[in-house]
Nanobody, 122 residues
Framework: QVQLVESGGGLVQAGGSLRLSCAAS????????MGWFRQAPGKARDLVSAISWSSTSTYYADSVKGRFTISRDNAKNTVYLQMNSLKPEDTAVYYC???????????????WGQGTQVTVSS
């Protein structure tokens, strides 16, 4: 089992920045691909970004390319999502997730955090 805890959400004005963190605990010795998802009210949960264990592969949704950056520190069992130039449409609950396969473009996540709210005001 892997436990994931997100932090760093909050209220920010359009154009501002936030950095989300996801701390993993439990069976962190395995090589997990990590992803960030988001879900706005009344919408599906979508994959925003993902990163492989070695950080050699990353994925970004078209809507966040050039604005968001995913990174990880395996020594700290932590994944980050740096979000710049935030827009009101980025408002959502952001979830961290982990899976054991190495593919950043696919789904199949096994472990989920409880989410952190990001609100971008116009």
């Amino acid at each position: 089992q892997v436990q994931l805890v997100e932090s760093g959400g909050g209220l920010v004005q359009a154009g501002g920045s936030l950095r989300l963190s996801c701390a993993a605990s439990g069976r962190t010795g395995s090589s997990y691909t990590m992803g960030w998802f988001r879900q706005a009210p009344g919408k599906a949960r979508d994959l925003v970004s993902a990163i492989s264990w070695s950080s050699t592969s990353t994925y970004y949704a078209d809507s966040v390319k050039g604005r968001f950056t995913i990174s990880r520190d395996n020594a700290k069992n932590t994944v980050y999502l740096q979000m710049n130039s935030l827009k009101p449409e980025d408002t959502a609950v952001y979830y961290c997730a982990a899976k054991s396969d190495p593919y950043v473009y696919t789904m199949g996540y096994d472990y989920w955090g409880q989410g952190t709210q990001v609100t971008v005001s116009s």
